[in-house]
């Protein structure tokens, strides 16, 4: 599969959604307000993941392609709201900064090693735009003002997830099977699940299994903050039960 955004296109939107991000932050009634997306954290915590993740990303692509472990940091996000403003929109500068020096297709470390996302630049600035867009979604649903995925980020999305998240040369330990994923904008994927692991391709045919939807909408079901019936499946929902349970490391 291929993405569907340019480089520079990436960056950008990496920026677009930090600021959005940096909206709710600056919106909030309380910085202690708990995100329902994510239940174990509130609204400053989840700040603290953002900030801390893109500062150690950064480091991670300035490391160059020999790096062998994710960068560490002694990022620490300040307690007052201003600094932490301050603090969020200089670690997107950062990262985008260190994306922009490294360019593209320059080799950097991942933790998709077997999937079918290279290990470049270009593929982490996919997976930053996509963390950043989810997260920024939490941060706007806490603060009761959720907004739906931007169009382009939503569709790239789709194909990054299944490309980094679902591609594996893991054994699948079910019987063989395929899935189609349809995005009501006019995209299709298919994963062919088997002993040789997830392979995402066009699909093509009729599959044993399906899910349509809005790109938006399959986006926030990947990363579970929508249910399972938010999107229309037909072939019935044991395997994608299956495929939410599947670890393919362990």
């Known amino acids: 599969m291929h993405d569907l955004l340019a480089f520079p296109d990436l960056l950008r939107l990496i920026e677009d959604r930090s600021t959005a991000f940096r909206a709710a932050i600056a919106s909030a009634p309380s910085l202690d307000v708990q995100v329902p997306t994510c239940p174990e954290w509130t609204l400053f915590e989840l700040a603290e993941h953002i900030g801390e993740g893109r500062?150690?990303?950064a480091a991670t692509?300035?490391?160059g392609p020999d790096a062998t472990?994710?960068?560490?940091?002694?990022?620490?996000?300040?307690?007052?709201?201003?600094?932490?403003?301050e603090w969020l929109a200089d670690s997107t500068r950062q990262l985008v900064d260190a994306l922009r020096e490294a360019g593209p297709d320059r080799g950097c470390w991942t933790w998709w090693g077997d999937s079918q996302s290279p290990r470049t630049c270009r593929a982490v600035a996919r997976h930053q735009l996509q963390?950043?867009?989810?997260?920024?979604?939490?941060?706007?649903?806490a603060v009761g003002a959720a907004q739906p995925l931007?169009?382009?980020?939503?569709?790239?999305?789709?194909?990054?997830f299944l490309t980094t998240c679902v591609s594996t040369t893991s054994p699948w330990p079910h019987e063989p099977t395929t899935v189609d994923y349809h995005a009501t904008?006019?995209?299709?994927?298919?994963?062919?699940?088997?002993a040789e692991g997830a392979r995402i391709t066009a699909a093509t045919g009729d599959a044993d299994?399906?899910?349509?939807?809005?790109?938006?909408?399959?986006?926030l079901w990947f990363y579970g903050r929508i249910p399972l019936d938010s999107v229309k499946l037909?072939?019935?929902r044991e395997v994608f039960d299956r495929l939410v349970a599947w670890d393919p490391g362990a």
């Open 55 to 57: 500062v150690a990303w």
């Open 61 to 63: 692509v300035a490391a």
């Open 69 to 85: 472990a994710k960068a560490t940091t002694d990022a620490t996000a300040p307690a007052d709201r201003e600094a932490l403003l």
């Open 131 to 141: 963390q950043m867009a989810v997260h920024t979604y939490d941060a706007q649903l």
């Open 150 to 160: 931007p169009d382009d980020i939503a569709l790239d999305g789709v194909d990054e």
């Open 185 to 194: 904008e006019g995209r299709s994927w298919r994963v062919q699940l088997s």
């Open 209 to 219: 299994s399906s899910a349509t939807g809005a790109a938006r909408d399959l986006v």
């Open 234 to 236: 037909d072939g019935g």
